[in-house]
């Protein structure tokens, strides 16, 4: 191979290594946030804590289900109105 090339394959080598290495750097601090989430907060989600809606502020208790429904409606919303998203999306797949 020419110098040149060699040069380029480990220079593209090193970069694809850095990436990975500051990817991987960058998604550790997120995954032990989401593991602490889950492992201080998992038995505080019931079936009772979803189907109910949010007591006033104060109270103890209250769910999640306005939420739950309000992010249903705009999942529906966006594919109902915005089919040419959902076109545009299933090119580049």
């Known amino acids: 191979m020419d110098k040149f090339i060699k040069i380029r ?12 290495l500051f990817t991987s750097i960058a998604i550790l601090p997120l995954l032990l946030i989401i593991f602490y989430i889950l492992k201080k907060g998992i038995s505080s ?7 109910n809606l949010p007591k006033p502020v104060g109270e103890v208790g209250g769910g999640i289900s306005n939420a739950i429904v ?16 959902l076109v545009s999306c299933q090119e580049f797949t």
């Open 9 to 20: 394959y480990y220079k593209d080598k090193l970069f694809k290594a850095g990436i990975v």
């Open 45 to 51: 989600i019931h079936w009772s804590f979803l189907v």
């Open 70 to 85: 309000g992010t249903i409606i705009l999942i529906l919303h966006r594919f109902t109105y915005c089919p040419c998203l």
